[in-house]
């Protein structure tokens, strides 16, 4: 079966520290896809990366940063000088590509990231 | 571009009562499926489409019903309403390959 858990339901810090999500997934399938998406207080999804089972490279986008480590099937996503705006809930997300899994998107349950100023 | 469209925003039902949640895409996507939000659940997958004509069920289908009648649109049904479908329901779609969901804005439902 396939599970993604997101442990911290909630973290609090205070704006220009930083931060890190944690997302610990279980597949057994060797061929997947990581995501994680953004929701802020306004409700929508935001995609912001994507990463497949074959490239465990880091990857960085401005103050975001995504560590993604087979060995203990994680997938971190670190804030660096965290501002108020990235308050939100975030997800991090599986999906497998066999089809008799219909390509579903499985989430975790979300981390509410709260940065007061 | 519009995307993926949601209608309603907002909807407050009796129990027992039917209602359609509206869902289309202008993006030509094949791949479309709807999720319900409910709090430390994260997103759960109620039913999916991977083309006209072709629908199947995911994890929580129970009490909806889908079609998939064209490619842009994919409505969900609630048949008879019951307070444990009170949710966030999202609608998204996807393009062939790898791509990433795109996500309506969302509809809240309430149901009393």
């Known amino acids: 079966a396939q599970k993604v858990t997101q442990a911290q339901t909630e973290i609090s810090v205070v704006e220009k520290e930083d931060v890190t999500l944690d997302c610990v997934y279980e597949t057994r399938d060797t061929t997947y896809y990581l995501f994680w998406y953004k929701q802020p207080p306004s409700g929508e999804l935001v995609f912001l990366i994507r990463?497949?089972?074959?490239?465990?490279q880091n990857e960085i986008s401005g103050r975001y940063s995504w560590n993604f480590q087979k060995s203990t099937s994680s997938f971190n996503f670190t804030i660096t000088a965290s501002q108020v705006v990235d308050s939100a809930v975030y997800f991090c997300?599986?999906?497998?590509?066999?089809?008799?899994?219909?390509?579903?998107?499985?989430f975790g349950a979300g981390t509410i990231l709260r940065v007061k100023s | 571009n519009a995307g993926v469209t949601q209608t309603p925003k907002f909807q407050v039902l009796k129990t027992g009562q039917s209602m359609t949640l509206q869902c289309a895409q202008d993006?030509?996507?094949?791949?479309m499926s709807w999720y319900r939000q409910d709090p430390g659940m994260g997103l759960r997958l109620i039913h999916y489409?991977?083309?006209?004509?072709?629908?199947d069920q995911g994890e929580v289908p129970n009490g909806y019903n889908v079609s998939r009648s064209t490619t842009e649109d994919f409505p969900l049904r609630l048949l008879s309403a019951a307070p444990s479908q009170t949710s966030v329901y999202f609608c998204a779609s996807r393009g062939a390959g790898s791509g990433e969901l795109f996500f309506g804005e969302g509809s809240r439902l309430t149901v009393l």
């Open positions: 997300a599986l999906r497998i590509l066999p089809m008799e899994y219909g390509n579903k998107l499985v």
């Open positions: 489409s991977v083309g006209a004509g072709i629908t």
């Open positions: 990463r497949n089972s074959f490239d465990e």
């Open positions: 993006m030509n996507h094949e791949y």
